[in-house]
Protein backbone atom coordinates (compact mmCIF):
# COMPACT_ATOMS: atom_id res chain seq x y z
CA UNK A 1 0.00 0.00 0.00
CA UNK A 2 0.93 4.10 -0.33
CA UNK A 3 1.87 4.75 3.25
CA UNK A 4 2.33 8.26 4.09
CA UNK A 5 3.96 10.21 6.67
CA UNK A 6 1.43 12.34 8.82
CA UNK A 7 1.46 14.65 11.18
CA UNK A 8 -2.18 14.98 12.98
CA UNK A 9 -2.44 18.03 15.08
CA UNK A 10 -4.91 18.02 17.83
CA UNK A 11 -5.19 15.10 20.18
CA UNK A 12 -9.05 14.84 21.15
CA UNK A 13 -11.53 12.07 19.75
CA UNK A 14 -11.67 13.19 16.58
CA UNK A 15 -8.04 13.63 16.28
CA UNK A 16 -7.24 10.49 18.37
CA UNK A 17 -9.38 8.44 16.17
CA UNK A 18 -7.93 9.41 12.82
CA UNK A 19 -4.82 8.92 14.00
CA UNK A 20 -5.66 5.46 15.24
CA UNK A 21 -7.10 4.90 11.37
CA UNK A 22 -4.37 6.20 9.95
CA UNK A 23 -1.59 4.06 11.79
CA UNK A 24 -4.13 1.02 11.59
CA UNK A 25 -3.51 0.99 7.75
CA UNK A 26 0.34 1.52 7.97
CA UNK A 27 1.07 5.11 7.95
CA UNK A 28 3.40 6.85 9.61
CA UNK A 29 1.38 8.87 12.52
CA UNK A 30 2.15 11.45 14.67
CA UNK A 31 0.48 13.38 17.08
CA UNK A 32 0.95 16.74 17.97
CA UNK A 33 -1.15 18.06 21.85
CA UNK A 34 -0.03 19.28 24.60
CA UNK A 35 -2.75 18.49 26.42
CA UNK A 36 -4.58 14.79 24.85
CA UNK A 37 -7.93 14.29 25.58
CA UNK A 38 -8.39 17.78 27.35
CA UNK A 39 -10.60 19.94 24.60
CA UNK A 40 -14.06 19.54 24.39
CA UNK A 41 -13.78 15.54 24.76
CA UNK A 42 -12.92 15.90 28.52
CA UNK A 43 -16.43 17.82 29.72
CA UNK A 44 -18.20 15.04 26.91
CA UNK A 45 -20.89 12.55 28.46
CA UNK A 46 -19.88 9.89 25.93
CA UNK A 47 -23.84 9.56 24.48
CA UNK A 48 -23.86 8.14 21.24
CA UNK A 49 -27.68 9.31 20.96
CA UNK A 50 -28.97 9.85 17.91
CA UNK A 51 -32.47 9.76 18.68
CA UNK A 52 -32.67 11.64 22.02
CA UNK A 53 -30.70 14.25 20.00
CA UNK A 54 -33.00 14.56 17.07
CA UNK A 55 -33.85 18.51 16.73
CA UNK A 56 -35.82 20.09 13.89
CA UNK A 57 -33.67 20.46 10.34
CA UNK A 58 -31.07 18.26 11.45
CA UNK A 59 -32.12 14.88 9.22
CA UNK A 60 -29.40 14.51 7.64
CA UNK A 61 -27.19 15.23 11.02
CA UNK A 62 -29.36 12.37 12.53
CA UNK A 63 -28.78 9.76 9.79
CA UNK A 64 -25.25 10.39 9.63
CA UNK A 65 -25.44 9.88 13.30
CA UNK A 66 -27.07 6.81 12.93
CA UNK A 67 -24.27 5.04 11.45
CA UNK A 68 -22.24 6.08 14.42
CA UNK A 69 -22.69 3.19 16.64
CA UNK A 70 -21.63 0.31 14.15
CA UNK A 71 -18.81 2.48 13.23
CA UNK A 72 -17.69 2.74 17.13
CA UNK A 73 -18.11 -1.41 17.37
CA UNK A 74 -15.85 -1.95 14.41
CA UNK A 75 -13.53 1.03 15.73
CA UNK A 76 -13.58 -0.62 18.83
CA UNK A 77 -13.25 -4.10 17.85
CA UNK A 78 -10.07 -3.17 16.07
CA UNK A 79 -8.52 -1.63 19.53
CA UNK A 80 -8.85 -4.95 21.24
CA UNK A 81 -7.03 -6.14 18.29
CA UNK A 82 -4.27 -4.01 18.53
CA UNK A 83 -4.30 -3.65 22.72
CA UNK A 84 -6.56 -6.42 24.33
CA UNK A 85 -9.35 -4.54 24.90
CA UNK A 86 -11.86 -2.57 23.28
CA UNK A 87 -14.38 0.88 24.53
CA UNK A 88 -17.41 -0.58 26.28
CA UNK A 89 -20.20 0.59 24.60
CA UNK A 90 -23.41 0.38 26.36
CA UNK A 91 -27.00 0.46 24.34
CA UNK A 92 -29.10 1.25 27.23
CA UNK A 93 -31.48 3.25 25.21
CA UNK A 94 -32.91 6.84 26.83
CA UNK A 95 -35.27 7.50 28.54
CA UNK A 96 -37.14 10.88 27.60
CA UNK A 97 -39.78 12.66 29.91
CA UNK A 98 -41.10 16.21 30.72
CA UNK A 99 -41.36 17.63 34.65
CA UNK A 100 -44.42 20.30 34.23
CA UNK A 101 -47.12 20.35 32.15
CA UNK A 102 -45.75 22.57 29.33
CA UNK A 103 -42.37 20.17 29.36
CA UNK A 104 -44.79 17.24 28.57
CA UNK A 105 -45.85 19.13 25.70
CA UNK A 106 -41.92 19.78 24.69
CA UNK A 107 -41.97 15.79 24.83
CA UNK A 108 -45.15 15.28 22.98
CA UNK A 109 -43.54 17.72 19.74
CA UNK A 110 -40.33 15.95 20.44
CA UNK A 111 -42.28 12.53 19.66
CA UNK A 112 -43.86 13.91 16.36
CA UNK A 113 -40.31 14.99 15.10
CA UNK A 114 -38.74 11.05 15.90
CA UNK A 115 -41.89 9.63 14.45
CA UNK A 116 -41.02 11.84 10.91
CA UNK A 117 -37.28 10.97 11.44
CA UNK A 118 -38.33 7.10 11.85
CA UNK A 119 -36.51 6.77 15.07
CA UNK A 120 -37.13 3.87 17.04
CA UNK A 121 -39.05 4.17 20.02
CA UNK A 122 -41.80 2.85 22.71
CA UNK A 123 -44.05 4.90 24.84
CA UNK A 124 -43.13 3.85 28.64
CA UNK A 125 -45.58 4.28 31.70
CA UNK A 126 -43.77 4.57 35.27
CA UNK A 127 -47.11 2.23 36.18
CA UNK A 128 -46.12 -0.02 33.46
CA UNK A 129 -42.38 -0.62 34.16
CA UNK A 130 -41.64 1.13 37.37
CA UNK A 131 -38.15 0.41 36.92
CA UNK A 132 -37.72 2.63 33.71
CA UNK A 133 -38.45 5.52 35.99
CA UNK A 134 -35.91 4.41 39.05
CA UNK A 135 -34.93 7.53 41.02
CA UNK A 136 -37.23 9.94 38.78
CA UNK A 137 -39.35 12.66 40.01
CA UNK A 138 -43.23 10.96 40.75
CA UNK A 139 -44.26 13.85 38.64
CA UNK A 140 -42.73 12.28 35.94
CA UNK A 141 -44.75 8.96 34.85
CA UNK A 142 -44.78 9.19 31.35
CA UNK A 143 -42.03 8.95 28.86
CA UNK A 144 -40.36 7.62 25.62
CA UNK A 145 -37.77 5.07 25.28
CA UNK A 146 -35.43 6.04 22.23
CA UNK A 147 -33.80 2.63 21.81
CA UNK A 148 -31.24 2.53 19.95
CA UNK A 149 -29.47 5.49 22.02
CA UNK A 150 -25.87 4.01 23.60
CA UNK A 151 -23.03 5.54 26.02
CA UNK A 152 -19.26 4.86 26.10
CA UNK A 153 -16.96 6.43 28.34
CA UNK A 154 -15.18 9.18 26.47
CA UNK A 155 -11.79 9.12 29.15
CA UNK A 156 -11.65 5.31 28.70
CA UNK A 157 -11.82 5.98 24.34
CA UNK A 158 -8.87 8.47 24.83
CA UNK A 159 -7.38 6.38 26.60
CA UNK A 160 -7.74 3.01 24.70
CA UNK A 161 -6.84 5.24 21.65
CA UNK A 162 -3.75 6.32 22.73
CA UNK A 163 -2.49 2.86 23.85
CA UNK A 164 -3.45 1.58 20.31
CA UNK A 165 -1.32 4.42 18.82
CA UNK A 166 1.43 3.69 21.32
CA UNK A 167 1.04 -0.13 20.27
CA UNK A 168 1.20 1.02 16.41
CA UNK A 169 4.54 2.79 16.51
CA UNK A 170 2.71 6.52 16.65
CA UNK A 171 4.81 9.22 18.41
CA UNK A 172 3.03 11.17 20.50
CA UNK A 173 4.87 14.91 21.05
CA UNK A 174 2.92 16.89 23.72
CA UNK A 175 3.36 19.98 22.08
CA UNK A 176 1.35 22.43 20.55
CA UNK A 177 1.88 23.38 16.40
CA UNK A 178 2.26 27.36 16.37
CA UNK A 179 2.43 27.25 12.96
CA UNK A 180 2.30 25.21 9.93
CA UNK A 181 3.76 25.41 6.36
CA UNK A 182 5.29 23.07 3.33
CA UNK A 183 8.61 23.05 1.65
CA UNK A 184 10.25 21.14 -0.68
CA UNK A 185 9.97 17.79 1.39
CA UNK A 186 6.75 18.34 2.12
CA UNK A 187 4.38 19.56 5.30
CA UNK A 188 5.66 20.98 8.36
CA UNK A 189 4.58 21.83 11.79
CA UNK A 190 6.95 23.97 13.77
CA UNK A 191 6.46 24.17 17.60
CA UNK A 192 8.15 26.15 20.38
CA UNK A 193 11.20 23.51 20.30
CA UNK A 194 11.26 21.35 16.73
CA UNK A 195 9.96 21.62 13.17
CA UNK A 196 8.57 18.23 12.46
CA UNK A 197 7.89 17.02 8.77
CA UNK A 198 5.48 14.30 6.71
CA UNK A 199 3.62 14.01 3.79
CA UNK A 200 0.62 14.82 4.85
CA UNK A 201 -0.69 17.12 7.59
CA UNK A 202 -4.29 17.08 9.29
CA UNK A 203 -5.47 19.57 11.59
CA UNK A 204 -8.33 18.66 14.81
CA UNK A 205 -7.87 21.31 16.98
CA UNK A 206 -11.88 21.61 17.83
CA UNK A 207 -12.89 24.86 18.35
CA UNK A 208 -9.41 26.34 18.72
CA UNK A 209 -7.80 29.11 16.43
CA UNK A 210 -5.94 27.55 13.68
CA UNK A 211 -2.23 27.76 13.95
CA UNK A 212 -0.90 30.54 12.10
CA UNK A 213 0.16 29.15 8.41
CA UNK A 214 -2.66 27.83 8.11
CA UNK A 215 -4.90 29.07 5.54
CA UNK A 216 -8.34 27.89 4.87
CA UNK A 217 -11.15 28.79 2.20
CA UNK A 218 -13.31 30.21 4.34
CA UNK A 219 -16.25 28.26 3.08
CA UNK A 220 -15.71 26.64 7.11
CA UNK A 221 -15.71 28.27 10.19
CA UNK A 222 -15.70 26.88 13.65
CA UNK A 223 -17.05 28.59 16.43
CA UNK A 224 -16.68 27.84 20.50
CA UNK A 225 -20.00 26.78 22.36
CA UNK A 226 -19.02 26.47 25.56
CA UNK A 227 -20.44 23.58 28.07
CA UNK A 228 -20.51 22.29 31.42
CA UNK A 229 -21.02 18.63 32.91
CA UNK A 230 -21.25 17.73 36.97
CA UNK A 231 -19.89 14.37 37.50
CA UNK A 232 -21.38 12.86 40.95
CA UNK A 233 -21.26 9.43 42.77
CA UNK A 234 -23.68 7.53 44.56
CA UNK A 235 -26.22 7.07 42.39
CA UNK A 236 -26.42 4.15 39.80
CA UNK A 237 -29.22 3.61 37.27
CA UNK A 238 -26.73 1.79 35.28
CA UNK A 239 -29.18 -1.24 34.22
CA UNK A 240 -31.74 1.46 32.78
CA UNK A 241 -31.80 3.76 30.13
CA UNK A 242 -29.97 6.84 30.23
CA UNK A 243 -31.90 10.30 31.19
CA UNK A 244 -33.21 12.61 29.11
CA UNK A 245 -35.51 15.21 30.51
CA UNK A 246 -37.06 18.72 29.72
CA UNK A 247 -37.16 20.76 33.11
CA UNK A 248 -39.08 24.10 33.26
CA UNK A 249 -38.00 23.84 29.09
CA UNK A 250 -34.58 23.54 29.57
CA UNK A 251 -33.11 20.57 28.74
CA UNK A 252 -31.27 18.21 31.47
CA UNK A 253 -29.54 14.61 30.97
CA UNK A 254 -27.71 12.21 33.36
CA UNK A 255 -25.91 9.32 31.93
CA UNK A 256 -24.87 6.42 35.00
CA UNK A 257 -22.27 4.47 34.94
CA UNK A 258 -22.05 0.85 36.60
CA UNK A 259 -19.91 2.04 39.16
CA UNK A 260 -22.28 4.92 40.48
CA UNK A 261 -20.93 7.59 38.99
CA UNK A 262 -23.17 9.52 36.86
CA UNK A 263 -22.74 12.80 34.19
CA UNK A 264 -25.50 15.45 34.66
CA UNK A 265 -25.24 17.92 31.76
CA UNK A 266 -25.53 20.22 29.90
CA UNK A 267 -25.19 23.60 29.29
CA UNK A 268 -24.78 25.71 26.37
CA UNK A 269 -23.63 28.96 25.73
CA UNK A 270 -22.27 30.49 22.73
CA UNK A 271 -18.89 31.97 24.18
CA UNK A 272 -15.40 30.91 24.86
CA UNK A 273 -14.14 32.00 28.50
CA UNK A 274 -13.34 28.58 30.32
CA UNK A 275 -14.86 29.78 33.88
CA UNK A 276 -18.18 28.11 35.46
CA UNK A 277 -20.57 30.41 36.61
CA UNK A 278 -22.46 30.23 39.55
CA UNK A 279 -25.68 30.23 38.13
CA UNK A 280 -25.25 28.14 35.34
CA UNK A 281 -24.26 25.34 37.99
CA UNK A 282 -27.19 26.06 40.13
CA UNK A 283 -29.19 25.53 37.23
CA UNK A 284 -27.65 22.85 36.23
CA UNK A 285 -27.79 20.88 39.70
CA UNK A 286 -31.37 22.12 40.51
CA UNK A 287 -32.54 20.49 37.00
CA UNK A 288 -30.57 17.14 38.13
CA UNK A 289 -32.38 17.12 41.61
CA UNK A 290 -36.04 18.21 40.11
CA UNK A 291 -35.45 15.40 37.70
CA UNK A 292 -34.16 13.27 39.69
CA UNK A 293 -34.21 13.16 43.81
CA UNK A 294 -32.41 10.20 44.55
CA UNK A 295 -29.32 12.69 43.91
CA UNK A 296 -29.68 14.25 46.66
CA UNK A 297 -27.52 12.58 48.84
CA UNK A 298 -24.90 11.83 45.64
CA UNK A 299 -21.39 13.40 45.86
CA UNK A 300 -20.03 16.00 43.42
CA UNK A 301 -16.92 14.33 42.08
CA UNK A 302 -16.23 16.83 39.20
CA UNK A 303 -16.75 19.58 37.12
CA UNK A 304 -15.35 19.65 33.52
CA UNK A 305 -16.16 22.48 30.48
CA UNK A 306 -15.24 22.27 26.88
CA UNK A 307 -15.84 24.13 24.11
CA UNK A 308 -18.02 22.64 21.48
CA UNK A 309 -16.83 22.98 18.24
CA UNK A 310 -19.73 24.62 16.17
CA UNK A 311 -19.79 25.44 12.09
CA UNK A 312 -22.04 27.83 10.41
CA UNK A 313 -24.83 25.22 9.63
CA UNK A 314 -23.87 23.33 12.57
CA UNK A 315 -22.55 20.27 10.66
CA UNK A 316 -19.26 18.59 10.61
CA UNK A 317 -16.54 19.17 7.47
CA UNK A 318 -13.59 18.18 6.38
CA UNK A 319 -11.88 20.44 4.05
CA UNK A 320 -8.13 20.38 1.96
CA UNK A 321 -6.25 24.09 2.84
CA UNK A 322 -3.43 25.68 2.22
CA UNK A 323 -0.59 25.08 2.31
CA UNK A 324 -0.82 21.80 -0.05
CA UNK A 325 -0.97 18.72 2.05
CA UNK A 326 -2.94 20.37 4.38
CA UNK A 327 -6.31 19.37 5.69
CA UNK A 328 -8.72 20.71 8.50
CA UNK A 329 -11.51 18.53 10.33
CA UNK A 330 -13.79 19.92 12.32
CA UNK A 331 -17.27 21.40 13.85
CA UNK A 332 -18.52 18.18 15.64
CA UNK A 333 -20.26 20.31 17.39
CA UNK A 334 -22.29 18.57 20.28
CA UNK A 335 -21.38 14.40 18.38
CA UNK A 336 -18.19 14.43 18.51
CA UNK A 337 -17.67 11.47 20.07
CA UNK A 338 -20.50 10.21 18.47
CA UNK A 339 -19.40 10.67 15.05
CA UNK A 340 -15.28 9.95 15.76
CA UNK A 341 -15.27 6.92 13.89
CA UNK A 342 -16.69 7.82 10.77
CA UNK A 343 -14.16 11.29 10.66
CA UNK A 344 -11.61 8.61 10.76
CA UNK A 345 -12.95 7.09 8.18
CA UNK A 346 -12.73 10.67 5.75
CA UNK A 347 -9.49 10.93 6.90
CA UNK A 348 -8.44 7.70 6.21
CA UNK A 349 -9.86 7.93 2.77
CA UNK A 350 -8.31 11.08 2.44
CA UNK A 351 -4.61 10.28 3.26
CA UNK A 352 -5.10 7.12 1.78
CA UNK A 353 -6.10 8.41 -1.62
CA UNK A 354 -2.77 10.66 -1.93
CA UNK A 355 0.42 9.85 -3.33
C1 LIG B 1 -20.32 19.62 27.92
C2 LIG B 1 -20.17 18.81 26.67
C3 LIG B 1 -20.83 17.59 26.56
C4 LIG B 1 -20.70 16.84 25.38
N1 LIG B 1 -21.33 15.61 25.30
C5 LIG B 1 -21.20 14.88 24.17
C6 LIG B 1 -21.81 13.59 24.06
O1 LIG B 1 -22.43 13.10 25.02
N2 LIG B 1 -21.71 12.91 22.89
C7 LIG B 1 -21.01 13.41 21.82
O2 LIG B 1 -20.98 12.76 20.76
N3 LIG B 1 -20.40 14.62 21.89
C8 LIG B 1 -20.48 15.36 23.03
N4 LIG B 1 -19.89 16.58 23.11
C9 LIG B 1 -19.22 17.12 21.91
C10 LIG B 1 -17.81 16.57 21.77
O3 LIG B 1 -17.16 16.65 23.01
C11 LIG B 1 -17.04 17.36 20.73
O4 LIG B 1 -17.77 17.41 19.52
C12 LIG B 1 -15.70 16.65 20.45
O5 LIG B 1 -14.98 16.50 21.65
C13 LIG B 1 -14.88 17.44 19.45
O6 LIG B 1 -13.67 16.74 19.32
P1 LIG B 1 -12.39 17.40 18.69
O7 LIG B 1 -11.32 16.36 18.74
O8 LIG B 1 -12.74 18.02 17.38
O9 LIG B 1 -12.06 18.64 19.66
P2 LIG B 1 -11.40 18.66 21.09
O10 LIG B 1 -11.85 17.55 21.96
O11 LIG B 1 -11.63 20.05 21.61
O12 LIG B 1 -9.87 18.42 20.83
C14 LIG B 1 -9.06 19.35 20.15
C15 LIG B 1 -7.63 19.09 20.62
O13 LIG B 1 -6.77 19.87 19.81
C16 LIG B 1 -5.70 20.32 20.63
N5 LIG B 1 -5.12 21.48 19.95
C17 LIG B 1 -5.72 22.64 19.62
N6 LIG B 1 -4.86 23.45 18.98
C18 LIG B 1 -3.69 22.76 18.89
C19 LIG B 1 -2.42 23.04 18.31
N7 LIG B 1 -2.16 24.22 17.70
N8 LIG B 1 -1.44 22.11 18.39
C20 LIG B 1 -1.67 20.90 18.99
N9 LIG B 1 -2.85 20.58 19.53
C21 LIG B 1 -3.85 21.50 19.49
C22 LIG B 1 -6.34 20.62 21.96
O14 LIG B 1 -5.38 20.57 23.01
C23 LIG B 1 -7.38 19.50 22.07
O15 LIG B 1 -6.89 18.39 22.80
C24 LIG B 1 -19.94 17.33 24.29
C25 LIG B 1 -19.25 18.53 24.42
C26 LIG B 1 -19.35 19.27 25.61
C27 LIG B 1 -18.57 20.54 25.74
Redesign the pocket.
Known sequence: MNTQRVLV???????LAGAFRLALEGHHVTV??????????W??????APSAEIAPGELSNYRLQRQALGAWRELSERLEDVTGHGVSIHEAGTLLSGWDAGDRRLVEQFAQLAEEFDAPMHRVTRHDSPEVFEGLSPRMTHGLVMEDDAWLDPDEAVERLRTGLRALGADLVAE??EHIGVDAAGVVAETSSQTLRADVGLL?????PL?TGAAPSGANVVRPVR???VRVRGFDRSDQPMIRAFVRGRAFYMVSRPSGYCVL??TSDERSELAIEVGELQRLLRDGLDVVPALETASVSEIRY????ASADLRPFFETIKPPGWAWV?G???????LAPLAAREVADFVGARG
Open positions: VGGGIIGLDPSVGHGATAAAGMIAAATGSTPGVTGAGLRPSHYRHGVT
